[in-house]
């Protein structure tokens, strides 16, 4: 016959629970409060794609470049359920490496990645 072992988990002071709790907080916070609270700017994301994209790709029914036919529009981007703001903003932080070399700041990222979702229908 078997006998059950009683595990108790150890109790945290409340101290240290709340300092937990905080820290979590903290952390979720970090993670995706950061997205929230960078929110872009789509008309800033429109003029940075305008200088920076619509030499490949159709990012705007005004732009004045040729972008390429072969390669995705912007609208296209923006109605692929896929690509969400948060995945574009993903995306542009270390593009595919046919792309220009660029670097872009957390600022134009969250607005290029505005963009690009203001286009959705």
Known sequence: MSKAIAVSKPRLHSGVRSFLGGATLMAVVALFGASAAEAGDAAAGKALAL?????????????????SASL????????????????LATFLADPHPQMPNMTLGNIE???????????AP
């Not at 995705?72 to 995945?87: L, M, V």
């Not at 990222?109 to 286009?119: C, G, K, P, Q, T």
């Open 51 to 67: 200088q920076w994209c619509s030499a490949c790709h159709l990012v705007s029914e005004d732009q004045d470049r040729a972008s």
């Open 72 to 87: 995705p529009s912007f609208y296209d981007i923006a109605k692929d359920p896929g690509w969400t703001e948060e995945k």
């Open 109 to 119: 990222i969250a607005n290029l990645a505005s963009y690009i979702e203001s286009l």
